[in-house]
C-alpha cells in the first residue's frame, strides 16, 4: 500500500513541475484525493456494498470538484491534474500512467446496460476540457487535444483534435523510456496541444486547393502541347499545297 501511494507522489512530480514538495502535494492535489477516495469507494462497490461506494463518491465529488464512479477501473499512477469538473463513468477502464486535466468527461451516449465508456490504454494524454464519449478504445499513448470530441476510437499513439475529433498525427506508441517521452513532448503533454497544432479542417482545405492548382497547371500544359500540334500540322498543310 505505502508503495502504492509512493507510486502517486512520484507520477505527480514526474508531471507537475508546478510540484515543490512532498506535504503540497499531499495536501493540496484534489486529484490525489480523488484518486485516494476511488480506491476505498472501489473496494466496497466490488465487495456487494454499493450504497457506501456511492456515498464515499459523492463525498468525494464534493470536496474535490472531481466526479468518479465506484464502478471505474483505474490503473496505476493515473494523475489528474488541476481535475475541477473530471466526470468518469461506472464502465471506464484506465490505463496505467495516463494524465487527464480539469473539464475532462470520459462518459457514455446510451443508457443501455453493459460497456457504455471509454477505455484508455497506457499512457494516454487527455487535454482540458476534452469530451470522450462512447464504448470504443483510445490507444496506448494517444493524445487528447484540449476541448476535443471524441466520438470513435483513436489508434495507439495519435492524436485527435478538434469538434468532432479528427486525426491530425500519429506516432510510435511504444516508446523505450517513458521519462524521455514525457521530456520530449514539450509543448503538448500539458493540455493535449502545440502551439502550432494544425487545424484538421483548414489542413484538408489546403490539401484540395493544392491538388485543384497541380491539376491545372498540367490542364494549362497540355492546352499548349495541342496547340502547338495544331499550329504544326497546318504548317504543313500549307507548305504540301501545290501552287
Known amino acids: 500500500m505505502l508503495a502504492r501511494l509512493k507510486e502517486d507522489l512520484d507520477a505527480i512530480f514526474e508531471r507537475d513541475p508546478a510540484a515543490r514538495s512532498v506535504w503540497e502535494v499531499i495536501f493540496t492535489y484534489p486529484g490525489l484525493h480523488a484518486l485516494w477516495w476511488h480506491r476505498l469507494a472501489h473496494w466496497c462497490w466490488h465487495h456487494g456494498l454499493p450504497w457506501p461506494a456511492r456515498l464515499i463518491a459523492h463525498l468525494a465529488r464534493w470536496l474535490t470538484g472531481i466526479e468518479i464512479h465506484p464502478g471505474a477501473r483505474i490503473g496505476r499512477r493515473f494523475f489528474i491534474d488541476h481535475g475541477f469538473g473530471v466526470t468518469i463513468g461506472e464502465t471506464t477502464e484506465i490505463g496505467d500512467d495516463c494524465t487527464i486535466y480539469q473539464g475532462v468527461t470520459l462518459g457514455g451516449t446510451s443508457w443501455n446496460e453493459g460497456k457504455r465508456h471509454p477505455t484508455l490504454e497506457d499512457d494516454v494524454v487527455v487535454g482540458a476540457g476534452a469530451q470522450v464519449l462512447g464504448p470504443f478504445?483510445?490507444?496506448?499513448?494517444?493524445?487528447?487535444?484540449?476541448?476535443?470530441?471524441?466520438?470513435?476510437?483513436?489508434?495507439?499513439?495519435?492524436?485527435?483534435?478538434?469538434?468532432?475529433?479528427?486525426?491530425?498525427?500519429?506516432?510510435?506508441?511504444?516508446?523505450?523510456?517513458?521519462?524521455?517521452e514525457t521530456a520530449d513532448r514539450i509543448g503538448f503533454s500539458l493540455y493535449g496541444v502545440t502551439q502550432d497544432m494544425p487545424d484538421p479542417v483548414s489542413r484538408g482545405i489546403d490539401a484540395m486547393l493544392d491538388h485543384i492548382d497541380a491539376l491545372e497547371r498540367r490542364q494549362d500544359a497540355l492546352e499548349k502541347r495541342v496547340q502547338a500540334q495544331s499550329a504544326d500540322g497546318a504548317d504543313a498543310q500549307h507548305v504540301d499545297r501545290p501552287d
Request: net charge positive; with cysteine.
Open 137 to 180: 478504445t483510445v490507444g496506448r499513448g494517444a493524445r487528447i487535444g484540449s476541448n476535443a470530441v471524441v466520438v470513435k476510437e483513436v489508434p495507439a499513439g495519435c492524436t485527435a483534435v478538434g469538434v468532432p475529433a479528427k486525426l491530425v498525427k500519429c506516432r510510435d506508441a511504444t516508446p523505450s523510456d517513458r521519462r524521455q
